[in-house]
């Protein structure tokens, strides 16, 4: 992968550090229009992530390590072990934007160990983790691609789910860098994105990611997954993670466990790509992930303000858990584990 042309998939950055501020394209508005926000405070931070200003697993973890080092400008300490009590709130407070994807919580610990570790300048240290945590979640994207694609043979058609590209990530994207490196390889002929209700992050954003790299793409309805897999057209489901449980169990966005299920039963390969910040070995199987679930409004609201069904019930989980036993590859930098359970997860984890 060393002759490819990752500068061309590098154009969109959700997040950006200007040194005293972090500025996040406002995926609220994506495609529409392309808006900044600009958080001063970690506090802001946690605001736009609850909101999902910025989304995105491995992102989500990005701008709460960024979150972290504007806190750090809020504070003054004596030491690191000052300030580490003095940021705790500030972090506990960007932990709680959102529960299920695992990197927010796995990004917070990398800064308190950081801190943990630090000399005098504690803060220089923070800047540095945040930095590296940026730096390693486009490197091992990269690699992931490579190792994604190498599992996909030429002429076949591929079916994503959500958004798991550079908006969702530090850029080049987790399954969307597979596609991204299938397509540029001339192995995925065809790219399907699930529209992604109700927040609608394969219409909004896959679509506006992959038309800015001029990668055709045919966008369908949730509804329409089992259909088009029957078809023949597609051989491999490729996705994201939010959590990879010690298991190999995952949550991933609503909708993900029955694209595993129809994918099995049409024989169907079913991919799952994260960074090795999204596995969670501490938790032993999926039926222990918190589930975020959101405003029913979400469901209520059909095409910016018009609203439908408004004021009955609406139940609104936005993650779902597939079972380890219908996943046929996890891909993370570290490589490739075919049919994952706890023994191959142990193999490439550790306990
Ligand atoms: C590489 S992004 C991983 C994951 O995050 C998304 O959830 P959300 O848009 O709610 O943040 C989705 O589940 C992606 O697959």
């Known amino acids: 992968m060393d002759d490819f042309d990752y500068a061309r998939y590098d154009r969109i950055r959700p997040i950006r550090w200007t040194g005293d501020a972090l500025e996040l394209l406002d995926q609220r508005k994506l495609p529409f229009d392309t808006e900044y926000l ?16 910025v989304r995105g697993a491995p992102a989500i973890g990005i701008a709460a390590a960024w979150g972290v080092v504007l806190a750090e400008r809020d504070i003054e300490a004596t030491d690191a072990r000052d300030a580490g009590a003095k940021l705790e709130p500030a972090l ?8 299920t994807a695992v990197n927010l919580a796995w990004a917070l610990a990398r800064m308190r160990a950081a801190l943990a570790r630090a000399d005098h300048d504690w803060r220089g240290a923070l800047e540095r983790e945040a930095e590296a945590i940026d730096t390693e979640d486009l490197a091992a994207n990269r ?16 079916l994503t789910h959500c ?81 990879i449980c010690a298991n190999g169990d995952t949550a991933n966005k609503i909708g993900t466990y029955q694209l595993a299920i129809a994918a099995r039963h049409h024989g169907v390969g079913f991919m799952v790509v994260a960074p090795s910040s999204t596995v969670d070995m501490a938790t032993p199987s999926g039926e222990m992930i918190e589930i975020e679930e959101r405003d029913a409004a979400e469901l209520h609201v059909v095409g910016g303000s018009r609203t439908v069904a408004e004021g009955i019930d609406a139940w609104n989980p936005v993650f779902d858990v597939t079972p380890h036993d219908l996943i046929d590859a996890i891909v993370t930098e570290r490589g490739v584990i075919r049919r994952p359970d706890a023994a191959s997860m142990r193999a490439a984890f550790g306990a």
């Open 92 to 99: 506990q407070r960007l932990n709680a934007a959102r529960p």
């Open 163 to 243: 958004n798991t590209g550079s908006l969702a990530t530090a850029g080049f994207g987790t399954a969307l860098g597979v596609i991204r490196a299938g397509v540029a390889q001339g192995r995925i002929e065809q790219v399907f994105a699930g529209e992604t209700r109700p927040w609608l992050q394969g219409a909004r954003l896959t679509v506006w990611e992959l038309q800015q790299d001029g990668i055709d793409a045919t966008l369908i309805a949730d509804s329409a997954a089992s259909h088009l897999m029957k078809t023949g057209k597609v051989q491999w489901v490729v996705v994201g993670a939010d959590r």
């Open 143 to 158: 690699r992931m691609g490579a190792l994604g694609a190498s599992l996909i043979e030429p002429g076949s058609g591929v």
């Open 38 to 53: 600009t958080c001063r405070t970690s506090d802001d931070v946690a605001a736009a992530i609850h909101a999902l200003a």
